[in-house]
């Protein structure tokens, strides 16, 4: 395993080999400690184009490659990765916070995804088509869409990247990737796997903010941005492309959980701990706001609020097996602070934790919280809190709490919790969301598609979707002249 007191220097990665960037550097800390964690350069436009470039020099042969070739090349990068799995985990819990036991399960999916996706890429079918005159077929064939972008948060920063990476290189894409800023060190752990697996220029690497991934989007070169973040970076990145370059965007936001009173009460308590609180709350699919059916409620609120005080919470380092680590940046540590404040002024019950771990500071903890009696216009209920806090309220009626859940913005995640088959189909069928998970909370599998609706975005990752949404479709009609 790597050092982990050694801060890791991060360089621009494009056509195979490692450049310094033009700008100054990223200085990025951990936020468990205030340690410094990495050193990535501050990726300036000529830096971005230099890989841009590369990416599309390196389509001209990549797109022909073989989908068989294609499909041993990710294999092999699996099996780099997955000898690296020690190393990239404690990157990612030096940077982003999360315990390295739960960050190491991070980058096994990742490896799992780069299979998964190695295999769909020899399973991409045209068709033929009938013409309606003798002498003539139509021939519909699919084609990788070109040098793709990859902008990838911070909150699974090697996962994210990941379904990116694998679903666009499957297709016969190149990619051009920019991690987050918070978290660039695991990034260039994983740029060392591609330059031993990958010919030189399929995959890219730009470090950088904000400025860095605008001049990435707007690029001419660019034909497809996949991204992953936030709504209010999401609407800035649909301004900032040209008006012909494809997007997908999983912008996340606020999601529901339902319990009927004939849920497993113990069933959905597990549920909810898990969902609401692993990763310090920071998923886009993470539980925001539970609404009870009124005879369960009471004994509901009891045994969650029970769970969220027997968590343990520490330092993801000296405690690999905690269940929660630091939160990883200030924006969001203190919006949790400022929802639990806001509850509070509304009437609801602050039930378990309700304030960060001042034994734990300088770094960023929070204890994991639970609101009970919570007013629909609680900024938990209505606003993605994106931290260890989730407010719960009671219900009577089941199409109004279809309503109530439906009525915030969002659109990517649901989750229910009933026994009766009526009530399963008429939640499934009447929540706006892309993904319902019913009497479980693991919203996303790699082989289903798995995308948001409304506020949340547009598009798709995992399943055969995550790779068809690199290709475009090319028509050949043939007129060969037989009867």
Same mark, same amino acid.
């Given at each position: ?164 990476? +694998?679903? !666009?290189? /499957? ?5 051009? @990737? %920019? ?5 660039? =060190?695991?990034?260039? #752990? ?115 609020? +029970?769970? !969220?005080? /027997? ?5 993801? @380092? %000296? ?5 929660? =680590?630091?939160?990883? #940046? ?117 082989? !289903? ?35």
């Amino acid at each position: 395993m790597s050092s982990l007191t050694t801060p890791i220097t991060c360089r621009n990665f494009y056509a195979g080999t490692w450049h310094d960037g033009s700008g100054d550097v990223i200085e990025r800390k951990n936020p468990a400690t205030g340690e410094l964690a990495a050193i990535a350069p501050r990726s300036q436009a000529g830096d971005v184009d230099a890989a841009v470039q590369a990416a599309a020099e390196a389509f001209r042969t990549w797109r022909k490659t073989l989908p068989a070739e294609r499909a041993g090349y990710l294999h092999r990068l699996a099996e780099e990765c997955g000898r690296r799995v020690d190393d990239m985990a404690a990157a990612i819990t030096r940077e982003q916070g999360k315990p390295l036991n739960e960050a190491r399960g991070e980058v096994r999916k990742f490896v799992t995804a780069l299979h998964y996706y190695a295999e769909e890429a020899t399973r991409v079918f045209g068709r033929t088509i009938p013409n309606d005159v003798g002498g003539f077929l139509s021939i519909v064939q699919k084609e990788p869409i070109g040098p793709v972008a990859g902008i990838a948060p911070w909150n699974y920063p090697i996962e994210l990247i990941g379904w990116k990476l +694998a679903g !666009a290189t /499957a297709a016969g894409c190149t990619i051009v @990737i %920019k991690p987050s800023e918070y978290t660039p =060190g695991c990034a260039q #752990i994983l740029s060392e796997c591609v330059q031993a697996a990958l010919p030189a220029g399929v995959v890219n690497f730009v470090y950088g903010d904000g400025g860095t991934g605008q001049a990435l989007v707007s690029h001419p070169k660019i034909t497809k941005v996949g991204f992953t973040g936030s709504a209010a970076t999401g609407q800035q990145i649909m301004r900032s492309v040209s008006g012909i370059t494809a997007l997908s965007l999983e912008l996340g936001g606020s999601c529901p959980m339902i319990v009927t009173a004939k849920a497993d009460l113990a069933a959905a308590v597990k549920g909810a701990t898990r969902r609401s609180f692993r990763n310090a709350g920071q998923i886009c699919i993470a539980i925001n706001r539970i609404y009870v059916e009124q005879p369960v409620y009471d004994e509901f609120v009891s045994e969650l609020a +029970a769970a !969220a005080d /027997a968590l343990v919470v520490a330092d993801g @380092i %000296k405690d690999p097996d905690a269940d929660v =680590g630091s939160m990883t #940046i200030d924006e969001t540590f203190q919006r949790t602070l400022d929802h639990i404040a806001d509850a509070r002024k509304r009437g609801a019950s602050v039930v378990a934790g309700g304030d960060r771990i001042d034994e734990l500071a300088p770094g960023l903890f929070v204890r994991p919280t639970v609101v009970a009696d919570t007013p629909d216009d609680a900024l938990v209920m209505s606003e993605e809190t994106f931290g260890p806090l989730v407010g719960v309220a009671p219900f009577t009626d089941l199409d109004d709490v279809i309503a109530r859940a439906n009525g915030v913005p969002g659109g990517l995640a649901a989750y229910v919790y009933t026994q009766d088959t009526r009530e399963t189909f008429a939640l499934a069928s009447d929540l706006d969301f892309g993904n319902v998970a019913v009497n479980n909370v693991d919203a996303g599998i790699i082989n !289903a598609p798995y995308g948001g609706r409304r506020e949340a975005g547009f598009g798709y990752e995992h399943g055969p979707e995550g790779l068809e949404s690199y290709l475009q479709l090319k028509h050949i009609r043939l007129h060969h002249g037989a009867r």
